[in-house]
């Protein structure tokens, strides 16, 4: 089955420490997000990329960093610099202009 | 930033009632689509609705569209306990970035 898998399902950071947030896809598309939702709240967009190697911030980019190396994968690295990380990180990707965007299950992110 | 605003926060209702949400988005669009999110999972793509148009079906879906107002509807018909969820619409108006909502938050009663 295509789709996007999210990992961890749950991810614990400590004070100063950076963590990734896995986001793989099958589904042979070319553009893939990263949004933030906190409780209660719609998505905000913190990265997106068009194409492998190009990635551009989205509304909320500060104390975030990603890469697109592979079609397939887009990690999300979350800093330490990110003073406020507690929240549902959802991946997606969508297969074209226009087309509405398929979603992963979600990491929730907690500080220890 | 959020382009979308939908309309009310919450909704409960019984089940077999009908369940309509609003939608009210800010600049010109290509389409706007309608999510649906269970809790604690990802959101799952429910409509797709162009500009050039004013309505659209799907099961027990209705979805409508008001260019010259900026806004949309999406009318849930006979619910069941099972469409519990929150419901987003989302616009996309450079083709290559979406703008959700807050969300709609339904409850339906068995």
């Known amino acids: 089955d295509g789709g996007i898998t999210q990992s961890p399902k749950y991810l614990f950071r400590k004070e100063g420490q950076n963590v990734t947030l896995s986001c793989e896809q099958n589904l042979n598309h070319d553009a893939m997000y990263w949004y933030r939702q906190d409780p209660g709240q719609g998505l905000r967009l913190i990265y997106y990329s068009q194409i492998v190697n190009d990635f551009q911030k989205g509304d909320i980019a500060e104390g975030y960093s990603v890469s697109r190396e592979k079609k397939e994968s887009f990690p999300l690295t979350v800093t330490s610099a990110q003073k406020n990380p507690t929240a549902f990180y959802l991946c997606?990707?969508?297969?074209?202009?226009?087309?509405?965007?398929?979603f992963g299950d979600g990491t929730r992110l907690s500080i220890l | 930033s959020q382009q979308g605003e939908e309309d009310p926060q919450a909704l409960s209702i019984q089940e077999g009632e009908n369940a309509t949400m609003n939608c009210s988005y800010k600049?010109?669009?290509?389409?706007l689509q309608w999510y649906r999110q269970n809790s604690g999972r990802g959101l799952v793509h429910l409509i797709l609705i162009r500009s050039n148009e004013r309505e659209k079906h799907s099961g027990r879906l209705r979805v409508t569209l008001d260019t010259s107002k900026k806004s949309s509807s999406l009318l849930i018909t006979a619910s069941r306990a099972a469409d519990t969820a929150s419901y987003f619409c989302a616009t996309d108006p450079t083709g290559n970035q979406f703008y959700f909502g807050t969300g709609t938050s339904l409850t339906v009663i068995p």
């Open positions: 600049t010109s669009i290509n389409n």
């Open positions: 997606a990707s969508n297969g074209g202009v226009w087309q509405p965007q398929h």
